[in-house]
């Protein structure tokens, strides 16, 4: 009986070992089937631009043709294969983009993941709108009036836009930015790092609950803010004003010229001051510090609950 006993053991265990290797390997595999959907439409004079999917990864290109293409791929479960439709709406000068599930409640594992390709015909738009549930998006090289992006959660990845004003707002995921030329942009994120780098505007405000905010060559007047999360800005020269707050973490400015006619103010619950300048004039008490650089015409305020403010040489 003991016997028995043991050798059951040893078959279990060699069991839940086989199907910790199957699922490893693929337990998302299961049930699920490749999906592959093309549409196409006319573009011609198209001006607004709107995608609302639940979960997606997104990639926005511009195009060669007068065309405006999508491509579903992917894996969804069996059961989904006959009522997921890709769409392209046209209504007037607005195009629509969907991916039309009709899934409804079911039970079970439900297997949903796909990749939307989408690519625009080369021409201004007056707006480019995106509400997202979950997923990755891309979008480049297009020439946008208003670029407006919700998104639940995945990663943003904006590259060479030229626009008036860009809105992205993130639950959770990181934001990148490249190559972006606007007036205005705003970026927010709940949870999530934001990374921008050789943009261009009038103003740039960031605002993120936790995550670090990098900039690089950016030339704007700058609203940053993080509950918690350093901010490292690194450009040719301070042109422009900098308003710059941080609930719990570091605040970096470098630049490659010293700074001219700039007044810094920082205050800080807890942090320290370091000029690695080695000029200016500085004056404040613990709480509350100023350098003057030249006559101080361009502001530069920083804020920390708790971090320290660097000033050097990029």
């Known amino acids: 009986m003991r016997n028995w006993i043991i050798v059951a053991a040893i078959l279990l265990v060699i069991g839940l070992i086989g199907m910790g290797s199957t699922m490893g390997k693929g337990m998302f595999d299961l049930g699920s089937v490749e999906i592959e959907q093309h549409e196409t439409i006319d573009g011609t004079d198209a001006k607004k631009i709107a995608l609302a999917l639940d979960s997606a990864n997104i990639t926005v290109v511009k195009g060669t043709t007068n065309e405006i293409k999508a491509s579903l791929t992917g894996k969804v479960s069996k059961k989904f294969i006959d009522k997921t439709h890709l769409k392209l709406i046209r209504d007037g000068d607005e195009v629509k983009v969907a991916v039309e599930t009709n899934n409804g409640f079911t039970f079970g594992v439900s297997i949903f993941n796909v990749k939307l390709d989408l690519e625009l015909p080369a021409q201004q738009y007056d707006s480019f709108v995106l509400d997202i549930g979950s997923g990755d998006t891309s979008l480049a090289g297009l020439s946008v009036q208003t670029v407006e992006i919700d998104a639940g959660s995945g990663n943003i990845q904006l590259e060479d836009l030229a626009s008036s004003k860009v809105s992205v707002e993130v639950g959770s995921g990181d934001t990148k930015v490249s190559g972006l030329s606007a007036d205005t942009a705003e970026l927010?994120?709940?949870?999530?790092?934001?990374?921008?780098?050789?943009?261009?505007a009038r103003k740039l405000s960031v605002d993120t609950g936790s995550g670090d905010v990098k900039m690089y060559d950016v030339e704007a007047e700058l609203e940053v803010e993080t509950a918690s999360g350093n901010v490292?800005?690194?450009?040719?020269?301070?042109?422009?004003?900098?308003?710059?707050?941080?609930?719990?973490?570091?605040?970096?400015?470098?630049?490659?010229?010293?700074?001219?006619?700039?007044?810094?103010?920082?205050?800080?619950?807890?942090?320290?001051?370091?000029?690695?300048?080695?000029?200016?004039?500085?004056?404040?008490?613990?709480?509350?510090?100023?350098?003057?650089?030249?006559?101080?015409?361009?502001?530069?305020?920083?804020?920390?609950?708790?971090?320290?403010?660097?000033?050097?040489?990029?």
């Open 232 to 314: 490292r800005t690194e450009q040719r020269a301070i042109n422009y004003p900098m308003e710059i707050s941080t609930g719990s973490g570091d605040v970096t400015i470098n630049t490659d010229e010293k700074p001219d006619n700039v007044l810094v103010t920082f205050s800080a619950g807890s942090g320290s001051l370091r000029n690695e300048w080695n000029v200016g004039s500085q004056s404040g008490d613990d709480d509350d510090k100023k350098i003057i650089f030249g006559d101080g015409g361009k502001r530069v305020i920083v804020d920390t609950g708790s971090g320290n403010l660097r000033l050097g040489e990029r």
């Open 188 to 200: 927010g994120a709940s949870s999530g790092n934001i990374t921008i780098e050789k943009l261009t």
